[in-house]
Every structure is written in C-alpha cells, then in structure tokens.
C-alpha cells in the first residue's frame, strides 16, 4: 500500500481515536466522581466518629433519647433541652440522607457504616418524628432522612 492508498484511510483512524479519547475521559470522569462520593462519605463518618463535640451530641442524644421514650406528651417533650438535643443529633442523620439521596456521598459505602445507626434513630425517634409531621411548618423536616431509612430496608 502507498502513502496516498493509506492517506484515505486517515480521516477514519482520526475519528476513531478521538471517539476512543471521549469515551476514556467519560469513563475517567465517572470513575473520579464515585471515588470522589467514597472519599466524602468517610470524611463525613471520620467527622462523627472523632469529633469531640459529635460525640458529646451523641452522648445527650442518647440520654435524650430515654427521656423521649419515657415521655407521654410530645407537646411538653418539643419544648425540652432533650428535644433539642435530639433534633440536633437527626439533623446530622438528615445531612447523611441528603448527601446520599442527591449522590454526594456514596450509597453501599454510606449504607454499609451507617444503616443500623440510621436505623435506630428512626425507631427511637418515631414518636418525634410523627410529631413533627403533624405541624404544618415541621411537615417536611426529616423527609430526606425517613426515604433513606426506608430505601435501605427495602434492600437498596
């Protein structure tokens, strides 16, 4: 074959490694964001677990926790220092779902370390959570929390 036979076939060994190029860097991209999702959920969970002051807010959510149990009048129990450290703990399991629900943080790595804590502050909290959704302005407080839980039981 002569240079001018094989100069015909340049324009089609020129797209075809631009095509094989795109899908490269498509791959790449995909590849980096899921490590980039893996490496934020263990950052988040390094921050829970470490933290000094993550931990005291567990610490009085767990004793909260008991004192929400042990109450029969949710109304009395919202106007608590024990609500609001109960609040302040599902708020760190509601930034959780969010970060999961809109891919930020990687789903089975999230849901392999947090599923039986984010379980159980469902649970325990079920209460004050039904509490809550019969007011108008707290309706849609926990929502991103409550379709996580409940995705990760079905399974997903």
């Not at 931990?55 to 959510?61: N, Q, S, V």
Request: proline letters at 2%; a positive charge.
């Amino acid at each position: 074959m002569t240079w001018d036979e094989a100069a015909k076939f340049a324009p089609i060994v020129t797209a075809t490694m631009a095509i094989l190029a795109f899908v490269g860097a498509v791959i790449s991209i995909f590849v980096q964001r899921r490590i980039a999702q893996k490496r934020a959920a263990i950052d988040f969970f390094l921050k829970t677990e470490m933290d000094e002051q993550m931990l005291k807010a567990h610490r009085r959510y767990r004793d909260a926790v008991v004192v929400l149990k042990n109450t029969p009048d949710m109304a009395a129990f919202v106007q608590t220092s024990e609500c609001a450290s109960v609040r302040s703990y599902l708020n760190v399991h509601e930034l959780l779902a969010v970060g999961v629900n809109h891919h930020i943080f990687h789903s089975s790595v999230s849901r392999a370390y947090w599923i039986a804590e984010l379980e159980r502050g469902c649970r325990d909290c079920d209460r004050l959570l039904l509490h809550l959704k019969q007011d108008p302005a707290e309706k849609v407080t926990y929502v991103e929390m409550l379709r996580l839980n409940e995705r990760w039981q079905r399974g997903w």
